[in-house]
Nanobody, 119 residues
């Protein structure tokens, strides 16, 4: 089992910044993808950013150049630095871990953290 705990959400004005963090505990995986997803009211959950065990990152087009995902292996955390926030970034943000071990796939989610961008 893996536990994921997000933090760092809140209310920010348009153009502002927030930094989300996700702390992972429990079992570890040599091969994994960690992602930040978001879900706005009435919309489907979408993948915003991801990082692989090899360190490769990817972003949805709407956040490229504004969001940066990083990880700290010593602390078992991943972060999402969000700059130049827009009202359309308002959503609940979820941390996700997909891991593979001995031919089995595993999928874990955090509880989510609310981000609201409003003046």
């Amino acid at each position: 089992q893996v536990q994921l705990v997000e933090s760092g959400g809140g209310l920010v004005q348009p153009g502002g910044s927030l930094r989300l963090s996700c702390a992972a505990s429990g079992n570890s995986f040599s091969f994994y993808v960690m992602g930040w997803y978001r879900q706005a009211p009435g919309k489907e959950r979408e993948l915003v950013a991801s990082i692989t065990s090899g360190g490769s990152t990817a972003y949805v087009d709407s956040v490229k150049g504004r969001f940066t995902m990083s990880r700290d292996n010593t602390k078992n955390t991943v972060s999402l630095q969000m700059n130049s926030l827009k009202p359309e970034d308002t959503a609940v943000y979820y941390c996700n871990l997909q891991g593979w071990r001995a031919g089995n796939a595993y999928d874990f989610w955090g509880q989510g953290t609310q981000v609201a961008v409003s003046s």
